[in-house]
């Protein structure tokens, strides 16, 4: 099974684009096995999602227009995902809710310490799986 689109045989790396920016930075380079890595792993991902999607700005373009051969784009200002989210007209009030209470609740310093400790258990278990 693969993971590019039909059609497109050059789409692996298209697909797989960020693996250098996100996963390869938390995770490393190394092989895991086991269900000891693959709960650290889960763990790992479901803290870094909170951080990145609560606390992390980011750009979102807003208009691209083309002028002979040059491209001139104009970004939103950066703000994380979930304020987009709040911003937007289009959400359902009890999701706007949920959301909010999700970020009274969540503390961006805890949330790197459990990064940081899932890390750490993902290290332990390469070791005790090498």
């Known amino acids: ?5 039909a ?7 298209w697909v797989e684009q ?14 895991f096995v086991g269900a ?6 889960s763990r790992l991902y479901d ?9 992390q700005p980011s750009f979102k373009l807003r208009e691209k227009t ?6 001139i784009k104009r970004y939103h200002p950066p703000a994380p995902p979930a304020a987009r989210v709040l911003a937007h007209p289009d959400v359902a009030a009890p999701d706007k809710e949920q959301l909010s209470r999700m970020l009274e609740t ?12 899932a890390q750490d258990d993902l290290g332990n278990a390469s070791i005790a799986a090498g």
């Open 36 to 41: 000891e890595a693959t709960a650290a792993l």
């Open 18 to 31: 960020k693996n250098g920016a996100i996963v390869r930075r938390l995770v490393g380079y190394g092989r």
């Open 47 to 55: 803290v870094v999602r909170l951080h990145g999607n609560l606390f």
């Open 66 to 71: 083309r002028i002979g051969a040059r491209i």
């Open 106 to 117: 969540a503390d961006p310093v805890m949330l790197f310490a459990g990064i940081r400790a």
């Open 1 to 5: 099974m693969t993971r590019s689109r």
């Open 7 to 13: 059609y497109r045989k050059n789409d692996q790396a």
